[in-house]
């Protein structure tokens, strides 16, 4: 059962708590030309900031590596480890760990799933094709993990490869590119010795092709399956500077680049390639098979359902006519409605969340996020299932976002927009524990324009005061953290995009205080050897305590001391 038991001290905040997660805002250093969170001198945020810390109520915490359930401390963290870890209140080894123990153990190519997908293609000559994002940034995939899928496939007797790549300049440098395709362009030429043929066949920017996230734009997922399928170049995005069709994909990517400078690796526009007749080498035909690299879930779903879904459900564009292939995710993406149908590994088995135990407990919650982070409160907090624990008394709420391309000409977003729905909650007395997602530190983080990053943080400071006025006139409590780094490290040449290994906030703002409670300090290691210090996946059981609960023997340990 999830009904928790009551603080045996009859300990209980009766005012909301309010969890603020401010998305990519981490730790960094106090240098104005580097970090512009310190450019912008958020004052409100970090006058909250000084007086927890005197009260006791601040610390700073790991959002990174081992303490996300990430393999190294080199890996740096992400919003789908992060939000699981703050929403489960456990470490969990997550994808890409379960992913590279299956190649290590060989699992995955005994799997049943690869044997038909794989196997079966191969034993009447059918084509394989793979996609994902192509660089080594363990985010949503690892292109070590693409060349063990290659060679895992030549094995099992496929002849015929065409990979299609999504270029990344988001979760590694923004012009880092090229060097992926020609690490893949030397892979696939090794197997021309074994008589296969292994070409890659199409792509383009992850932020144009393909990877959509919480049906932001579905446009996006039409460009590249038109490129991947049909082999066909949408006409928009063809013009006297670019041709969209071309004989390999370096000379694509040097003709996107010269062509549009300011588009980067992440808005490379599709291309497909073609032979030296004019047509694309790697339409999809019935009979194929399709495997889809990615580990991470989120921009995974919306593909895969153009891959799966029948035409009476798939409503969100014309797929033409629709080969009759063998799709598998190299996981599974949504594990409550089950996306995709067939993949090589199962995902992590994320049970007993916060939210589960805090609805049968009694506790009415609400989430609200925009788009672009909308499935990370909710999707990726409830351990990566989709939809509502108990709708009786939960509400999720989604402000709709900008357009991706608009992030860095509009550094708040939908911020605002985002603060009036949760104070309004808050005022409708119907919650008692209350999580938001600002997305700006992320997102704007994401584009690396420095000055753009400042107005995000100046953005959050005016936000961050509105909530703290609207907690504090209910006697609530404003928590607020951070799910990993990212707008806290950037450079005036926009070439720092991705996220970092930061620490983050956690600073507990008690408008009812009475000095009962401090939390623990950052020298004491709660969860003993290993994933040392607190961390993300101690905030659950936190908020447990601050709601009168005792954490269950599960959970990582509570940050909280009674006096
Ligand atoms: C993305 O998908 O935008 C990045 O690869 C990771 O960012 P997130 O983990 O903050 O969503
Ligand atoms: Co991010």
Not at 381 to 399: F, M, P, Q, R, T
Request: proline share 5%; aromatic share 8%.
């Amino acid at each position: 059962s999830y009904k928790l038991s009551a603080l045996p001290s009859g300990f209980r905040k009766e005012g909301p708590i309010v969890l603020c997660i401010l998305d990519g805002y981490g730790l960094g250093k106090d240098d104005p030309s580097a970090n512009p969170i310190v450019a912008a001198h958020p004052t409100y945020i970090n006058d909250l900031i000084e007086k927890s810390k005197s009260a006791g109520l601040y610390k700073q915490i790991r959002a990174h590596g081992p303490a996300v359930g990430l393999p190294s401390e080199s890996d740096m963290g992400n919003s789908e480890v992060g939000h699981n870890a703050m929403g489960a209140g456990q470490i969990y080894s997550q994808g890409t760990m379960l992913v590279d123990e299956s190649f290590k153990t060989g699992r995955m190519f005994k799997t049943e799933n690869w044997k038909t997908v794989v196997g079966e293609t191969a034993s009447h000559s059918g084509t394989l094709h793979m996609f994902g994002l192509l660089s080594d940034g363990n985010i949503h995939s690892h292109i070590g993990q693409v060349e063990q899928l290659i060679d895992g496939a030549v094995e099992t007797g496929i002849k015929t490869l065409r990979i299609h790549v999504l270029l990344d300049g988001r979760d590694v440098p923004p012009e880092s590119g090229l060097k992926y395709i020609d690490m893949i362009e030397a892979k696939l030429a090794s197997l021309a010795a074994k008589g296969v043929d292994a070409k890659i066949a199409s792509g383009g920017g992850r932020m144009y092709v393909t990877m959509d996230r919480y049906n932001s734009d579905w446009n996006i997922v039409r460009r590249g399956w038109n490129s991947m399928v049909h082999g066909i170049v949408e006409e928009a995005d063809i013009s006297d500077k670019y041709k969209g069709y071309y004989h390999s994909a370096r000379e694509a990517i040097e003709a996107c680049r010269a062509a549009f400078p300011d588009k980067k690796d992440q808005y490379n526009l599709p291309f497909v390639i073609v032979d030296e007749a004019g047509s694309p080498i790697g339409k999809m035909k019935d009979g194929d098979a399709v495997i889809n690299w990615n580990f991470r879930g989120d921009r995974a779903i919306q593909i895969s359902k153009a891959f799966e879904l029948p035409d009476t459900e798939f409503t969100f564009f014309d797929r033409g006519t629709k080969p009759k292939v063998r799709y598998a995710g190299l996981l599974e993406y949504d594990t409550e409605v089950h996306i995709p149908s067939q993949f090589l590994v199962p995902p992590p088995e994320i049970s007993h969340t916060l939210s589960q135990y805090l609805l049968a407990s009694g506790v009415p919650s609400y989430a609200i996020a925009e788009t672009h982070k909308f499935g990370h409160v909710t999707f990726f907090w409830n351990g990566n299932k989709s939809g509502y624990i108990d709708e009786a008394h939960e509400l999720y709420e989604v402000v709709p976002s900008l357009p991706n391309s608009e992030t860095e000409t509009h550094p708040e977003m939908k911020a605002k927009e985002v603060t009036d729905k949760l104070v309004a909650a808050l005022e409708s007395k119907k919650y008692r524990f209350l999580r938001v997602n600002y997305a700006n530190g992320d997102m704007v983080g994401h584009t690396g324009n420095f000055d753009s990053c400042v107005k995000c943080v100046q953005c959050l400071d005016r936000e961050i005061a509105r909530l703290d006025a609207a907690v504090r006139a209910q006697n609530g409590i404003l928590i607020i953290t951070a799910d990993h780094g990212n707008v806290e490290d950037k450079d005036h040449k926009g070439s720092k995009t991705s996220h970092t290994c930061a620490p983050v906030l956690f600073s507990v703002t008690d408008y009812t205080y009475k000095g009962e409670y401090t939390l623990i300090p950052d020298t004491v290691k709660p969860d003993g050897e290993g994933k040392e210090g607190s961390g993300l996946s101690n905030i659950a059981a936190t908020v447990m305590n601050l709601l009168g609960f005792e954490a269950p023997d599960v959970y990582r340990k509570s940050m909280i001391q009674f006096k």
